[in-house]
């Protein structure tokens, strides 16, 4: 009964726990004491100034960081290392776009380790390269090489090759940084799909925007916590002043539409 | 012609040079593939250098040269990868003070022996003529460990290449790849010393690797392009170097070089001299120039392959 309920993805199960997550470069805080949790289902955006930790966090929980105090756990197991349950998917510009390879060899990349090493990619491996690439409308453009396509066509390849990992926990650093709209609206159709699926997504952005439009839950991160929580409770004035000072400009029909203070 | 090509070969001692510079253009192609994608051709400089003193003190000492080279090799990288923590120093400026400083302990250590000039200039410049049937065998194991590591390895290799953050994303560990990256690459230099020396073996390592890459977007053709203009190139250097009267390794390394010029005048795709003739016959065409728009049908793409390879409007008429 018990491993039956542990084993269904069921919406509102938290699966996804950071406790008193801290994170340290040498002598810098890049990430203090951040409790969050995420439940399957849901798409949680995490939003904050330039160096206030949102990819620090995203790599933390996907464990590609050490943590310096607290603890990122998934379904109760505690996280150190990358985990294949775990999908990262990297800001665009940590990659060698002049790489000779083609956007179906970037997708396979994501079974790369699946099948024995000394055996090339089968037809299966392929195929199913192909059908996520299908599935962000990116298929023809297969035998190309990567650095030809656009911004918006490599974040959509990028997409394809994790839909392919297959994980549990989609990780996405700035999916819609210098992307064009149809690239922004697939990637939205593509988070609310795999959130039917029982998936969790979380993305880092900028667009304070299309973090209300598109996820459940809204994270406001200055290197702490300012606030978690759906959007109408967490875009009020005060927490985005304390998020991104002085300066921010407040979208104030984004305010309004979702019935925070004005 | 048939006695220009012939006669080089009637000596044993030519014999063994053109094996030798056929593995040495083999093991330095493949590896210097990825020396190339990665950027490293100053750390390849580097680390022919600084390996300097660890042949010499094995040499001192009565040792096996390539294990000698071999810890040089680690020490180097080791000492590298710790100065270029310190965030106040690039890695590049790591790289010189210990590629410097490591040739400097090798010159005075050689220094002190009585055979210093000879020494010291078959190291630098190589000494092919004397390759021996015993160093063919070396050579040759060397290189199949390097290759076959290469190819056991060649999933994370190129991942960690093209994206270093996914690499380690897939739980792939960098530093220890990287490492042994630096020790295949330190064993396919020390191969190559006897053959074309300390100072042109860099061109072994990049020149074939760059020429394939203007030739090709893919990474597997690049790798079998490397490997066999770098084994050309050492072959038809020697016939020049044999028939000219000039030194061999130097000799390998300008036909390298030339393939390299001559292809990036002249490469179909990407070469100087051909896009500009290319632009001169053909007013740009949307079908040639650019993509498929996201409306056209994609059959064509998927069966074809690296851009640029489908058959242009103008050239389906003719």
Request: glycine share 10%.
């Amino acid at each position: 009964m018990v491993a039956e309920l542990a084993e269904r993805p069921e919406r509102g199960r938290s699966r996804l726990v950071t406790a008193n997550l801290s994170v340290h470069f040498g002598e810098r805080s890049a990430l203090e004491d951040v409790s969050v949790s995420f439940v399957s289902g849901e798409t949680v955006s995490l939003l904050g100034p330039n160096g206030a930790g949102k990819s620090t966090l995203l790599k933390a929980i996907a464990g590609l960081l050490p943590a310096s105090h607290g603890t990122v756990t998934l379904d109760g197991v505690p996280i150190r290392r990358p985990n294949p349950a775990v999908v990262y998917v990297p800001q665009r510009s940590s990659v060698d776009w002049s790489f000779p390879v083609s956007v179906l060899d970037v997708v396979l990349m994501a079974r790369a380790f699946r099948r024995s090493r000394l055996l090339p990619f089968g037809d299966a491996d392929r195929d199913a390269a192909l059908a996520a690439l299908d599935q962000v409308g990116m298929r023809r453009f297969a035998p190309y090489q990567i650095g030809a396509l656009s911004g918006g066509q490599q974040q959509r390849v990028f997409l394809a090759r994790a839909l392919l990992q297959d994980g549990e926990v989609y990780l996405l650093d700035e999916p819609f940084t210098g992307v064009d709209v149809p690239t922004q609206e697939l990637v939205v159709s593509l988070f609310d799909s795999l959130r039917r699926a029982g998936k969790t997504i979380v993305f880092a952005t900028h667009d304070l925007a299309q973090a209300v439009k598109s996820s459940d839950r809204i994270i406001l991160l200055n290197r702490r916590l300012i606030a978690f929580g759906p959007p109408r409770e967490v875009m009020t004035a005060a927490h985005l002043r304390a998020t991104y000072g002085g300066q921010a400009v407040l979208p104030f029909d984004l305010l309004e539409r979702t019935g925070g203070p004005s | 012609m048939n006695e220009w090509l012939l006669d080089p070969l009637r000596h044993t001692f030519m014999q063994h040079a053109f094996l030798a510079i056929v593995l040495v253009g083999v093991i330095c192609g493949v590896t210097g593939t990825f020396v190339t994608l990665r950027g490293l051709a100053f750390m390849g400089d580097a680390l022919a250098h600084a390996i300097f003193p660890g042949i010499v003190i094995a040499y001192l000492l009565g040792g096996n040269f390539l294990i000698g080279a071999l810890i040089a090799a680690i020490v180097v990288s080791l000492g590298i990868g710790l100065i270029s923590q310190s965030s106040r120093l690039s890695g590049d400026t790591a790289i010189g003070v210990l590629f410097a400083g490591g040739f400097a302990l090798g010159i005075a250590l050689i220094s002190a022996q009585r055979t210093y000039v000879k020494d010291l200039t078959s190291f630098l410049l190589g000494s092919i003529l004397g390759v021996t049937r015993g160093d063919l065998y070396l050579s040759a194991a060397v290189g199949a460990l390097v290759l076959g590591t290469l190819a056991y390895f060649r999933r994370e290799l190129t991942i960690i290449a093209f994206d270093r953050t996914f690499a380690q994303s897939l739980g792939l560990n960098l530093w220890a790849f990287d490492l042994l990256f630096l020790v295949l690459l330190s064993l396919a230099i020390v191969v190559s010393l006897q053959t074309v020396g300390n100072i042109l073996v860099l061109a072994m390592l990049v020149t074939p690797a760059a020429t394939a890459r203007l030739l090709t977007d893919r990474l597997r053709v690049m790798v079998a392009l490397s490997a066999l203009i770098g084994a050309g190139s050492g072959v038809i250097g020697l016939y020049l170097s044999y028939h000219l009267g000039i030194a061999s390794g130097a000799s390998v390394v300008l036909v390298a070089t030339a393939l390299f010029l001559l292809v990036f005048l002249l490469a179909p795709q990407s070469g100087l001299i051909t896009v500009a003739v290319a632009r001169r016959l053909h007013f740009p065409h949307p079908e040639r120039d650019a993509f498929p728009e996201p409306e056209a049908e994609s059959a064509e793409a998927d069966r074809t392959g690296t851009l640029g390879h489908q058959p242009s409007p103008a050239t389906r008429r003719q």
